[in-house]
């Protein structure tokens, strides 16, 4: 088995300034491009042994060794990144990134409560002159989802949470993505779906991405649109499995990586279609 290290390179001699993305494009080619290097690191980890050795540069300005005629240190984000708090899904590291990249937002099912709200409007507002990007990831094998998921298919179990008004709060933003995802299966694969072995699961990840996709939305007309065309709401699903940042494209095409979300109700039809076509929910069918 190999060993792989991740080595966050600090130089404090008088190097140049790392350079930002100039737009939301090249913000978010750089964002699928670290999420690949990652993903890619540990791939064949364990084929021969060897070292694999990943160096993510830092420049020495973020961390105050190098201050500017002012003497502070200035936040200087391109990207907002709105993740869960699975503990299995560190932000900065599936992205390779390091300090002063990202302005991370991390709450159970990255949904957009009052407080994700609030630091979205103060990223924007106060970070404009280097934020291009604003990025709604999802996670497979979500714990919120399931939850959702389990609720809408077993109604009972709610009254488990009936009464815990802050587990309650997330849950119930959740169950209308639930309700869509089901609809949608059920009209992609018939009124048997909901009898496949695979159907629990199949929900709980089709809903996942589907959350995804609409906070991003919501995201994209709240704060991007408004700021000059400059900033860009995208939206993905990291996957535990193999690392990589995923979205269902129409007509099945492969590929891994960031994308903008629909943009209007026949966008979200187009979109609920490719969910429910995708290989990966249809390998949850047709497994167990
Ligand atoms: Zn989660």
Excluded at 88 to 93: A, D, S, W
Excluded at 271 to 285: K, Q, T
């Amino acid at each position: 088995m190999k060993t792989v290290e991740i080595i966050y390179r600090y130089e404090a001699r008088d190097t140049p300034a790392r350079m930002l993305p100039p737009d939301s494009r090249t913000a978010l080619l750089r964002l699928d491009e670290g999420n690949r290097g990652f993903a890619a690191l540990l791939d064949h980890v364990n084929d021969e042994s060897g070292e694999i050795q990943q160096i993510i540069p830092v420049d020495p300005r973020d961390l105050g060794l190098l201050p500017d005629e002012t003497g502070t240190l200035k936040q200087r984000p391109f990207a907002v990144i709105l993740g869960c708090s699975d503990a299995r899904v560190p932000i900065e590291l599936i992205f390779n990134e390091g300090p002063n990249d990202l302005f991370v937002i991390r709450v159970a099912g990255n949904g957009l409560g009052s407080e994700v709200l609030g630091s979205l409007k103060y990223a924007v507002e106060h970070l404009g002159g280097t934020l291009k990007l604003i990025v709604v990831l999802g996670h497979s094998g979500c714990g919120a989802l399931t939850a959702a998921v389990d609720s809408f298919l077993n109604p009972h179990e709610y009254l488990a949470v009936a009464t815990q008004h802050a587990l309650r709060n997330i849950l119930d933003r959740l169950l209308l993505v639930v309700q869509a995802s089901a609809r949608k299966m059920l009209a992609a694969f018939g009124p048997d779906v909901v009898h496949r072995p695979g159907y629990r699961q199949a929900l709980i990840e089709a809903s996942i991405v589907t959350n995804a996709a609409l906070a991003a939305y919501t995201v994209q007309q709240e704060f991007a649109a408004g700021a000059n065309n400059e900033l860009q709401a995208v939206y993905g699903v990291y996957l535990l499995e193999t690392r990589e940042v995923w979205v269902p494209r129409p007509g099945g095409v492969k590929g891994t990586g960031l994308a903008a979300p629909p943009r209007d109700v026949a966008g979200f039809a187009d979109f609920g279609e490719a969910v429910a076509r995708s290989d990966r929910i249809a390998s949850y069918l047709k497994s167990e």
